[in-house]
């Protein structure tokens, strides 16, 4: 146990993604920056050992050791020192539910791939041993091979090896081990020539017929008892070791080896040649397979429909135990002083499983001022649909601030638009869509061509349960298959949260499974009611008067189909339907539900008063490594809201321009009317604020048309990553260079410059608005890299780009200096700042001063309560404004919102009387208070006199469009 010390809560973050391009030395080294700028606690991607040139770190293949492309451990080291040299903390992210298996580097997977169901770490990763395709028995599929098995075999593209005393499978740059008992298939091939030509007695002879003997005697491959998975482990280093030896003493030996090798690997055009080869093969506990097989018969759990990251069994005690050391040392050693969980829906129990992190953490860490009687700082990443509260039971601080997100952007969307939204797109795409009726196809269709394995075996397991009841025998298998799509396309949430040992359900859950039950009835007439029935009843009620043997059978169907509930949401929604429903693409978000257009105020401040009362640790994002688009995108995006009918008018315009360019691909046209419209609003949001030369000017046209391949292949419409349309994607692409094309006249360009000048004005405000209020408001405000300036990333991996940081140290401290020089007068460094807002300074100085602020005034922050304020005036819907009151102590943030509205010219920003008129803000009880001083500028500002103190917008928005003001005696 490690000395007793006090449980580190951040009071703010920034996302870091190590991977070769930014290492351990290159975090060192901005430690300093990110100190200056008022972060506490760096948010690292993990670092952990991963596939050879991860950008992202989620594709772990040694859990027990630091990725070598990132530092050594000395490099850790002065990380780690740098942190704790400015106090800073870090918070570590944990990849809990899957593994790498790519090209077999993992040393778990390979073992699993030698020995079977018998090796060590069988246990470790969820496979179906005795899958439902009977020639999977005991084996694992391997959808590797680019072609059919045969033709792959047959043309010579699968062969064998033998390097130092043992033999691999190699396909291009996947080497897989051989099981060493299956050596003998190699070893006594034409051996009877080898003992005639060398001689019995010859030592190397005998030598090799003692370890043909040792194979012999090796424990079967279905043998998995303690004892005789220790013996096989001992006896196959032992034979690969003496094998190596006779093959370097003997060169009969070697060349007797090359030679059946040869043999072996076959001759092209011979087919029978491969028989040697394809015998080896079968004899093997993998089964080489078409790639496309996979999602039929793939009997590994995937993260998401992934082949190459494996599910592994975390709720299996030696897993958590493995995959935790060196996590857990890092906590002891305060390396790291949180832990932030990946898709912890993937989890067999998500609830048992973060007990055990503290359960660890409080026997270890020994923390003497835990929060909500946690002793580690735990938040998760959890995707929570609409009104969908985090499960109150959970042992954490909070999300990583997905729901945060977007509840934040849904402010700058006007909500009184909605239905010339819905009419206009309507016409743009000739066709009436919903977001619901969307995702209840995409989820089927995900289903179907990319988890129909895990469907299936839902089924099968489904039949043969209800084969154990009279009243629910004569219920066919493709009925019940049927059923379980259908209920899995309703289902409103990502998963339930039923455990193994508790029968009860929660009352949410109940709901959830209802509701979805209740749709798919509704929406099947044609199929017995009986059948969704009896999928309901088992999932509610799996322990009512049943045996053991049954409940344990009812449990396992239950705590599967949680687990395949939530890929099939993800997939079917964020991968799937938010790239093919447009109406707003600002709203595609994470998390987000693009059917609600826009929030109310009253329902922002609502959910940061809750915030407040529940989860005020949780984390405040605006971009993270997975936003379909960043922040200051959307908040471009977001000003269309404001303006349906001139954007419908430009729209209109710019289709009639670019319709030469639209061209016919089999039949349909190239782009459609959808991926057009996509195209105009990404456009819109991406556009930079500088001009480029040539090469950047390319590469900005690049990153375009690579993200419109990617949306197109998410839609699944014309084209997709498992069966791509190419002459339609390069018709898209072509189109999209197209209509960037400036080295000739070029009407649209001309005409969408002009008009998306004027909208990114609206969007730096709405950009320094969702700054300040994520860092005033109720939670713990996290920054993904390089978002301190302006940023306008799309989707991975257009957002895990390089981050200049050379740049952002040098502004910061240039920054620095001049307001160092102004002293608390900062009103002409803000003005200078804002008519030089394209480079992004403006909105630095915005995050570091806040940050800093937020950092010198902690307890306001994290224990201050929230009141939203009241706004009077003509302008009142315009306005967010709130205060965080600790004690004697008063913070308020105030920002504008939907402001084109509001702003006669369009060039003008909403700032002084002539835009805010008589509107201003009521003021909260604070019985010392005279002034209010305004962080950003330095001005003071005194209350109204009377019995209902009030500040005027016109004067505390008079420099700055936002305002952030304390309180001062």
């Avoid at 791939?113 to 018998?118: I, Q, T």
């Avoid at 959808?674 to 090469?695: A, C, F, K, R």
């Avoid at 600790?886 to 402001?899: E, F, G, K, Y």
């Avoid at 003008?908 to 305004?934: F, M, Q």
Wanted: some cysteine; overall charge negative; hydrophobic content about 40%.
């Amino acid at each position: 146990m490690t000395t007793a010390a006090s449980i580190r809560i951040p009071l703010s973050t920034y996302r870091l993604q190590f991977n070769k391009s930014f290492t351990f030395r290159d975090a060192a080294r901005i430690v300093p920056y990110l100190h200056a700028m008022g972060i506490t606690d760096v948010y690292a991607s993990s670092y952990l050992k991963a596939a050879p040139g991860s950008l992202h770190g989620y594709d772990v293949v040694d859990p027990t050791a630091l990725n070598p492309e990132i530092g050594t451990h000395d490099d850790y080291r002065e990380f780690v020192q740098a942190l704790k040299a400015y106090g800073m903390g870090q918070i570590l992210d944990v990849v809990p539910n899957h593994m790498s298996i790519a090209h077999s580097l993992n040393p778990w997977w390979r073992d699993v791939l030698e020995n079977g169901p018998s090796a060590s770490h069988a246990t470790f990763f969820d496979i179906d041993w005795h899958p439902l395709k009977a020639e999977l028995n005991n084996k694992v599929l391997l959808p590797i091979l680019g072609d059919l098995y045969g033709l792959v075999l047959e043309n010579q593209e699968i062969t064998l090896a033998y390097e130092d005393g043992a033999f691999t499978v190699r396909y291009y740059d996947h080497a897989l081990p051989v099981a060493p008992r299956s050596y003998l298939r190699i070893l006594t091939h034409r051996l009877d020539h080898l003992v005639q030509f060398a001689g019995a007695h010859d030592s190397h002879i005998m030598e090799l017929q003692s370890i043909i003997t040792a194979l012999r005697h090796l424990p079967g491959p279905n043998e998995c008892g303690p004892e005789r998975v220790l013996e096989r482990n001992r006896e196959n280093e032992i034979i690969k070791k003496r094998l190596s030896a006779v093959v370097r003493d003997s060169a009969t030996v070697a060349k007797f080896i090359e030679e059946n090798v040869q043999r072996f690997n076959g001759t092209k055009g011979e087919p029978r040649s491969f028989d040697l080869l394809d015998d080896l093969l079968n004899y093997q506990a993998y089964r080489l397979a078409y790639w496309r097989v996979a999602s039929e018969e793939v009997n590994y759990r995937r993260f998401f429909d992934i082949n190459d990251l494996i599910a592994i069994r975390m709720e299996n005690p030696a897993v958590f135990h493995e995959t935790h050391q060196l996590i857990f040392r890092l906590l002891e050693e305060r390396a790291v002083t949180g832990l932030r969980i990946d898709h912890v829906d993937g989890l067999y129990d998500p609830e048992d499983y973060l007990q055990q992190v503290q359960a660890w953490a409080r026997t270890e860490l020994a923390t003497n001022n835990e929060t909500r009687g946690l002793p580690l700082y735990l938040i998760v990443e959890k995707i929570l649909g609409s009104r969908e509260p985090l499960p109150a039971q959970w042992p954490v601080h909070g999300t990583t601030g997905y729901d945060f997100l977007n509840l934040l952007n849904g402010l700058f969307v006007d909500g009184s638009n909605k239905q010339r939204f819905d009419t206009l797109y309507t016409r743009i795409i000739r066709n009436r869509v919903t977001f619901e009726d969307l995702v209840y196809e995409h989820k089927k269709l995900i289903m179907r061509v990319a988890m129909a394995s895990e469907v299936n075996v839902l089924g099968h397991q489904l039949n043969q349960l209800s084969e154990r009841d009279r009243r629910s025998r004569d219920f066919t298998l493709n009925s019940l298959i049927h059923a379980i799509r259908e209920i899995m396309a309703y289902f409103p949430v990502y998963r339930t949260y039923m455990t193994p040992n508790v029968q009860e359900v929660m009352d949410r859950d109940r709901a959830y499974i209802r509701l979805a039950v209740t749709k798919a009835k509704r929406k099947n007439p044609a199929l017995s009611g009986l059948v969704f029935d009896f999928v309901r009843d088992l999932l509610l009620e799996r322990g009512n008067g049943h045996s053991h043997e049954d409940r344990e059978e009812r449990t396992r169907f239950v705590m599967k189909f949680q687990q395949t509930t939530s890929p099939v949401t993800a997939k079917g929604i964020e991968d799937t339907t938010f790239y093919n429903y447009h109406r707003l693409v600002s709203l595609n978000e994470v998390g987000g539900d693009p059917s609600q257009f826009g929030n109310p105020l009253s329902v922002f401040h609502d959910a940061m008063r809750e915030r407040h009362e529940r989860w005020p640790h949780s984390l405040s994002a605006t971009s993270t490594h997975d936003t379909k688009r960043s922040e200051d995108v959307r908040a471009r995006i977001n000003v269309l809201s404001e303006m349906p009918l001139e954007w419908n008018a430009r729209v209109t315009r710019w289709k009639k321009l670019n319709k030469k360019h639209v061209i016919e691909v089999d039949g349909q046209f190239a782009p459609d009317r959808n991926e057009e419209y996509l195209l105009y609003q990404t456009l819109i949001g991406v556009w930079p604020l500088s001009p480029l030369d040539d090469t950047q000017y390319q590469a900005f046209v690049d990153r375009m048309t690579a993200y419109m391949t990617k949306a197109l292949h998410e839609a699944k419409v014309h084209t997709s990553w498992i069966n791509p349309d190419h002459a339609y994607d390069e018709a898209v692409r072509n189109f999209t260079a197209a209509v960037l094309e400036r080295d000739r006249p070029n009407p649209f360009l001309e005409d969408f410059i002009a008009w998306q000048r004027q909208l990114a004005l609206y969007g730096m405000v709405n950009g320094l608005s969702q700054v300040l209020l994520k860092i005033a408001a109720p939670g713990i405000p996290d920054f993904y890299q390089g978002t301190e300036l302006w940023d306008f990333s799309l989707v991975d991996p257009d957002n895990r780009r390089p981050v200049d940081y050379e740049l952002r140290t040098g502004l910061l401290s240039e920054l620095e200096r001049t307001c160092g020089k102004m002293g608390s007068d900062s009103r002409t460094v803000v003005d200078s700042l804002l008519k030089t807002w394209t480079d992004g300074r403006i909105k630095m100085y915005v995050t570091t001063t806040a940050l800093n602020f937020r950092r010198d005034r902690s307890e306001v922050f994290r224990e201050g309560a929230y009141l939203p304020l009241d706004v009077y005036g003509s302008r009142k819907n315009h306005v967010v404004a709130f205060a965080r009151c600790q004690n004697d102590r008063t913070a308020i943030a105030v920002t504008p919102r939907l402001v084109s509205q509001i702003t006669p010219e369009r060039h003008e920003l909403p700032l002084g009387k002539d835009v805010w008129g008589d509107t201003s803000i009521g003021l909260p009880g604070h019985p010392r208070a005279r002034l209010y001083r305004n962080v950003f500028t330095g001005e003071t500002f005194a209350p109204n006199a009377g019995d209902f103190p009030r500040l005027s917008l016109g004067d505390i928005l008079g420099i700055l469009p936002v305002a952030f003001l304390e309180a001062v005696t």
